[in-house]
């Protein structure tokens, strides 16, 4: 969950060349159905195994919590190693690029909803979480035709954060880890609030950058335009 899809797809039978650059080619090549989107996938499908095993039996019996923990981890883990496997396998598809977002907030959203609907959590912690989440994602396809915003180290920080604070929020801790993972989850909103606006204050900023520079390629294109009829011009009146 840093913002920036990185799940991707497989080569077309050349071998990847480790640590290199994406390229078009890479882009094109790239096949559907390789060890990046599978673990994509594999997330997707954890969502509603996640949610069932949390709610079971009420959704206060440790041992089902225990389990829906162990969901919930197996697909943070996944989300660091699609990612990984991409940048460096230079492996990218239209799918991942879709898919690997939308896993990441369905699971974290899944889990919010549901410890809120069990009222473990408050729920502004989870609307301010989503809205930030939700909001984001918009503001990056408002600003992707002018340039792309690059997921930062406080963006980070917020996506351990968060996984952290819910997945110790899952379990059902008592006493000293109790109150632990209650301040955890205070650094956690803070951190996603803090880097929300941080997002927005990049996207004015890149968007202002892009729109003045498809102004000032317009008015040269319209500057070149004019020098040329006005030679075409003077061509004419000297025949």
Not at 56 to 71: C, E, I, K, L, M
Request: charged share 15%.
């Amino acid at each position: 969950m840093t913002g920036v899809p990185a799940s991707a797809a497989g080569g077309s039978g050349t071998k990847p060349v480790r640590g290199g650059k994406l390229g078009t080619a890479a882009v094109n090549q790239a096949s559907l159905w390789n060890i990046a989107n599978i673990l994509t996938m594999v997330r997707l499908l954890l969502v509603p195994g996640f949610v069932m095993l949390l709610l079971h039996n009420g959704g206060y019996d440790p041992a089902w919590r225990s389990f829906a923990w162990a969901a919930f981890a197996i697909a943070m883990i996944t989300d660091l190693f699609d990612g990984h496997l991409a940048r460096t396998y230079n492996l990218v598809t239209d799918f991942g690029k879709i898919a690997d977002p939308i896993a990441d907030k369905a699971i974290m959203g899944a889990a919010l909803i549901c410890l809120s609907y069990l009222g473990d959590l408050p729920w502004w912690v989870t609307g301010v979480i989503l809205f930030r989440e939700i909001g984001i994602t918009l503001m990056r396809f408002w600003v992707i035709r002018h340039a792309v915003i690059p997921a930062s180290r406080g963006g980070k920080m917020k996506t351990l954060a968060q996984g952290t604070a819910v997945g110790m929020y899952v379990l059902a801790l008592t006493g000293p880890l109790a109150t632990l993972r209650f301040w955890m989850m205070a650094v956690a909103v803070v951190l996603t609030v803090v880097t929300g606006l941080d997002y927005v204050r990049q996207a004015v900023v890149l968007r202002r950058k892009g729109l003045a520079a498809e102004r000032a390629a317009a008015a040269d294109l319209a500057s070149g335009a004019s020098a040329s009829a006005g030679a075409s011009d003077s061509a004419e009146a000297e025949r």
